[in-house]
């Protein structure tokens, strides 16, 4: 069991086209990919096609109601497993807020007695960092960090390091990251000029594989289909199945 959390507290920067397609792509590979939706918005769950799934089907039954984490995956026609999200995600800050230990309570959900044993688990992270994704950074292994090309996001990556610094403290480990760049379009002088500050400030850590700017991308969730599915041809899958073989190849799943 591998886990990673895809994580950046800005939002738009491409968290939930990455769960999605990288999860598509270890699919096809026959890795037995699982999402857990963290994201009260519940988008990776709408683009897989998931709607109407009640509050404790969900992983705010877990959060909420301890309902076992293998209970609430669900297999998707491409070989996906989902633990769906729902706005009642929402209300898990309020209501286990000021619960002792309650950072670490998806990693003890994960490590008990799950029948996952080699599967990577993607948890597609809400852009804050609450409760939810605590207990995100403390359950992953490894986190993957999506960042577009804006000046903003790129600051961000400094604070995001330093929050990651610090929670490796009480964990007591160094949470390996990566960082690929998302909608990234080669005519547009700020993707360039982008690329070559994540290449200085973050160069051991960038991910050679860069994800083009694709309308398919932004099309496919509205089909409920992932890129794959969608346009299997389009500059977005070559991509993601790119990103998937270099995290593969690196280690990144194991
Ligand atoms: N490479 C891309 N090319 C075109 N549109 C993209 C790309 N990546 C993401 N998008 C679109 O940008 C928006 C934000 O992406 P999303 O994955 O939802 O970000 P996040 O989960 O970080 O908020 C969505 O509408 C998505 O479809
Ligand atoms: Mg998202």
Redesign the pocket.
Known sequence: MAVIAVF?QK????????TLNVAASLAMLERNPVIIDLDPQA?VTLALGVKGVPTEACASGFFRSDIPLDRLARRIGSGIRLIPGHPDLSKVDVLLGNTPGVAGKLRKGLESGLAWDDAPILLDCA?ALGVLSLNALFAADRVLI?VTSDYLTIQGLNRLDVALRVLEQPLKRRIERRVVL??YDESKPQCRDALATLKQRYGGILCDTK?????A??ES?AHGMDIFAYAADSP?ARDYRHLTMELLSKGFFQ
Do not use: S, Y
């Open positions: 950046n939002g738009g920067v491409g968290k939930t086209t990455t988008h852009p999506p998302t909608r994800i083009a700017e694709d309308p991308l932004a969730p977005g």
